[in-house]
């Protein structure tokens, strides 16, 4: 497994799902996985998938920057961090943001997010 690729994919996965049906996000996480969403600690698949498909706005695109990821302990995870820019719809100036997603092998074989960071990043 090549960490760098399993990287590549998921990061493509998810914004793709992200940008186009957030709802779809929640086989991504379990109910121990958290996310910090610019400060606010959420637990659990179904209350993380309420806070993102709950955001003030409906339609949005991501362009990733970069990706950087790392093996993570003995158990096969994986760090994943992320920049890039996010367009809101309607709006001239896309945001800067920054995103750490911390993934677990699951038992299916593929990956699941234990821990997810946001942050735009204000210049």
Known sequence: MDPDAVAKAFVEHY??????????????????????FEGQKIQGSQSI???LTSLPFQHCQHSITTVDCQPSGPAGGMLVFVSGNLQL?????ALKFSQMFHLMPSPQGSFYV??????????
């Open 15 to 36: 914004y793709t799902t992200f940008d186009g049906n957030r709802g779809a996000l929640l086989n991504l996480y379990q109910e121990g996985s958290m996310l910090t």
């Open 49 to 51: 998938v309420s806070k």
């Open 114 to 123: 234990l821990n997810d960071i946001f942050r735009l990043n204000y210049a």
């Open 89 to 93: 719809a309607g709006e001239q100036h």
